[in-house]
């Protein structure tokens, strides 16, 4: 059973920045280092979207909205995936959730950007 644990959320002004981070642990050594890991969102009243994803090779795919402004990393040793988040909008409010492989997925964690 995969288990996912994500912490970093929080409150900040626009144009702040915020790490978020995501540690797996559980399932086998191969699910753990072969799947792609990534964040999604739900902000209030709207579907779960894609924030970005990285692979186990490290070729990242990033939703138009977060081009330019996020970066995700992964260390593959530690099964961990990074979502820095640099100038913040209050649109990009919303629960953040992080996911490995499409399967399994963390509890979320609250970012909220204010005007």
Known sequence: QVQLVESGGGLVQAGGSLRLSCTASGGSIFILVSSFMGWYR??????????????????????????ERFIISRDSTRSTVYLQMNSL?????AVYYCTLGGRSWGQGTQVTVSS
Do not use: F
């Open 89 to 93: 909008k209050p649109e990009d409010t």
């Open 42 to 67: 739900a902000a209030p009243g709207k579907q779960r979207e894609l924030v970005a994803t990285i692979t186990a090779r490290g070729i990242a795919n990033y939703a138009d909205s977060v081009k």
